[in-house]
């Protein structure tokens, strides 16, 4: 089996309609520009009130993606 090395980053998925639609969009938008995501770890959930109604869904993500090795 061989080895592996991951860089782990945190973000913060935001969305009106759901934390897992929160999740989606911190994934969706780092998948645009880091090769090799590989999972995810929700390590916090909060949202924001406005007039005693939950307006917005807010996830912190940690993501792993693969360093990749060049060849020898």
Do not use: P
């Not at 080895?3 to 911190?26: C, F, H, M, P, R």
């Not at 520009?33 to 590989?38: C, E, N």
């Not at 909060?46 to 007039?51: A, V």
């Amino acid at each position: 089996m061989a080895e592996k090395t991951y860089k782990l980053i945190e973000l913060v998925g935001v969305s009106d309609k759901s934390y897992e639609d929160a999740i989606q969009n911190a994934v969706s938008v780092a998948s645009e520009t880091l090769k090799g995501l590989a999972w995810f770890e929700v390590v916090e959930l909060r949202g924001k009130i406005e007039d005693g109604m939950v307006v917005e869904y807010q996830a912190k993500v940690h993501l792993a993606f693969e360093i990749m090795r060049g060849e020898a």
